[in-house]
Each structure stands twice: as C-alpha cells, then as structure tokens.
C-alpha cells in the first residue's frame, strides 16, 4: 500500500512538469515529431558536465547492485551505509553541484531518489525485510521513471 501511495505522489509531482519540460522540448526540436523511431524523452543538456553526471549515473547503478549483494550477504548495515551516504541524503552534497542544470521535473525525481534511498537505509537499519524489498523497489522506480522520461548528451 505505501508503495502504490508512493508511485501515485511522484506521477501526480512529476507528470505536470514533465509535460512543461517535454512542450518546451517539442517547439526546440520539431524534426523528432516527424521521426517516428526518435527518442521522444526530453534532452537535458549539462553544458559542462554530462560525463561527470553519467558517471555518476553509472556509480548509483554499482551502488544499488552493492545493496542487493550486502543484503544477500545479510549484512545490513553495510548496505545501509550504501543506501544513506551514497545514495541517500546523507551524501547529497555531493550531488549539489549536478542538480544546477537539471529541468525542475528531473531535479524532483533527484530528490525522491534520495529520500527514497533514506528509507531504504532506515528499514535496512531495522532489518525489516518487507519494508526493505519495498524501499528498494521504490528507489529503482524512480531511476526507470527518470530514465523513460529524459535523456542526456
């Protein structure tokens, strides 16, 4: 239930911006309405740093595989650390300097990204195993969201 609560929140934050973004992008780029296999996410241009944002991109992606590994392992509080300070708030500083160039409908995602990974951290830290599988479901939703509604060059 607090999954599909979750998922309902973030469509009814993210699609109204979504939608701004993705008409602006439209007026931008109106040779990809005419192509029926182009990529109809919006593009987010990051002027100075969109290697630095892949890679970082890539190293969430490590870090979720690490979570599952620590939890197969049973080591929780390894994977809470992950969760909190890689992914989750308490690293989000080191994230500041990316979220600059973002569109406002990807910065929210951002942000649900690291509070989702927070809660992710607080069940791993109860080893509460429901809640944990759910967490984790969440903190993947919004990379599959992010990821089906925009693009970066």
């Given amino acids: 239930m607090q999954r599909y609560i979750v998922s309902v929140l973030m469509l009814a934050v993210l699609i109204p911006a979504h939608a701004a973004e993705t008409k602006?992008?439209?007026?931008s780029n109106s040779v990809a309405k005419h192509q029926p296999d182009a990529d109809a996410r919006v593009l987010v241009k990051f002027p100075d740093h969109a290697q630095h944002f892949?890679?970082?991109?890539r190293q969430n992606l490590s870090d979720i595989n690490d979570i599952h590994r620590a939890i197969a392992d049973a080591n929780f509080e390894r994977a809470a650390q992950i969760a909190e300070f890689n992914l989750g708030l308490g690293g989000i500083k080191t994230h500041n300097a990316l979220?600059?160039?973002m569109?406002?409908?990807m910065r929210n995602m951002g942000?649900?990204?690291?509070?989702?990974?927070?809660?992710l951290a607080q069940s791993l830290q109860q080893k509460d195993m429901a809640k944990t599988l759910d967490n984790l479901a969440n903190v993947s939703q919004t990379c599959v969201m992010c990821h089906a509604m925009y693009r970066v060059r």
Avoid: E, R
């Fill in 103 to 105: 569109p406002d409908g």
């Fill in 24 to 27: 602006q992008h439209d007026k």
């Fill in 54 to 57: 892949l890679a970082t991109m």
């Fill in 99 to 101: 979220a600059v160039d």
């Fill in 111 to 119: 942000m649900a990204f690291h509070q989702a990974s927070s809660q």
